[in-house]
């Protein structure tokens, strides 16, 4: 009987470890950051149906990391840091199992969103991912390269266009945007990129700022997270 009685403690312990893998395993959740690209010295805060996600006003390259939520339709809604009147409001649409980013884009008073989804899988541990985006308003198509290479990483991305993920040595890089037409440089940056990790590679702002509201072209590194 105590034999019997030990197997059967061991089955239930079994089956509650099983249960507990599945939820670990769960894909029925969908996850959303948020990143403020938008050309200003202007700060955001930024609403998800209605809680405030930030914890800052996010400048410009600020992000909120990943929050899960159920799949479904949603509202995010972005104001000053001083006054929760919307600047924009947007709905986003969440599909099970995913990774979704959404950028804040273009200059106030003509605010936008892009979101774009995320392959954060890992085919070789040993290098570090990155995704070039073109979200400079009046920037023409870019290319993306190396310091001093003689072929680019990815080509003629427009306004909006992104690359997908692309594998790079870890370590310190410095990468030049060029103007996919002229070749000529728009703008340098030398960042530091894991192992293992995926990173956002932002080339924002503006090549003609208006005033000194507005800020001039640059290349940014974001870690997804």
């Given at each position: 009987?105590?034999?019997?009685?030990?197997?059967?403690?061991?089955?239930?312990?079994?089956?509650?470890?099983?249960?507990?893998?599945?939820?670990?395993?769960?894909?029925?959740?969908?996850?959303?950051?948020?990143?403020?690209?938008?050309?200003a010295l202007?700060?955001?805060?930024?609403?998800?149906s209605?809680?405030?996600?930030?914890?800052?006003?996010?400048p410009?390259?600020?992000?909120?990391?990943?929050?899960?939520?159920?799949?479904?339709?949603?509202?995010?809604?972005?104001?000053?840091?001083?006054?929760?009147?919307s600047l924009?409001?947007?709905?986003?649409?969440?599909?099970?199992?995913?990774?979704?980013?959404?950028?804040?884009?273009?200059?106030?008073?003509?605010?936008?969103?892009?979101?774009?989804?995320?392959?954060?899988?890992?085919?070789?541990a040993?290098?570090?991912?990155?995704?070039?985006?073109?979200?400079?308003?009046?920037?023409?198509?870019?290319?993306?390269?190396?310091?001093?290479?003689?072929?680019?990483?990815?080509?003629?991305?427009?306004?909006?266009?992104?690359?997908?993920?692309?594998?790079?040595?870890?370590?310190?890089?410095?990468?030049?945007?060029?103007?996919?037409?002229?070749?000529?440089?728009?703008?340098?940056?030398s960042?530091?990129?894991?192992?293992?990790?995926?990173?956002d590679?932002?080339?924002?702002?503006?090549?003609?700022?208006?005033?000194d509201?507005?800020?001039?072209?640059?290349?940014?590194?974001?870690?997804?997270?």
């Amino acid at each position: 009987m105590m034999f019997k009685r030990n197997v059967y403690i061991i089955l239930l312990f079994a089956a509650a470890f099983s249960a507990c893998k599945k939820t670990e395993t769960d894909t029925s959740i969908s996850y959303l950051r948020v990143i403020n690209a938008s050309p200003a010295l202007a700060t955001y805060n930024v609403y998800f149906s209605g809680s405030i996600l930030n914890s800052a006003a996010l400048p410009f390259a600020g992000s909120v990391s990943y929050g899960s939520h159920a799949p479904g339709s949603y509202s995010l809604k972005f104001t000053t840091a001083s006054n929760v009147e919307s600047l924009l409001t947007k709905t986003v649409s969440l599909s099970q199992g995913t990774y979704q980013s959404f950028y804040l884009i273009n200059k106030p008073g003509q605010l936008d969103g892009l979101t774009i989804g995320d392959d954060l899988s890992v085919p070789s541990a040993d290098k570090a991912y990155i995704r070039f985006i073109n979200l400079s308003p009046d920037a023409p198509a870019l290319d993306l390269l190396k310091t001093g290479a003689t072929s680019s990483l990815t080509t003629n991305k427009a306004y909006k266009a992104a690359s997908g993920f692309i594998a790079i040595d870890a370590g310190t890089v410095s990468l030049d945007v060029k103007d996919s037409s002229t070749g000529a440089i728009k703008t340098t940056l030398s960042s530091s990129f894991v192992a293992g990790l995926h990173y956002d590679v932002i080339c924002g702002g503006l090549i003609s700022p208006a005033n000194d509201t507005e800020r001039p072209l640059s290349l940014r590194s974001i870690l997804i997270k």
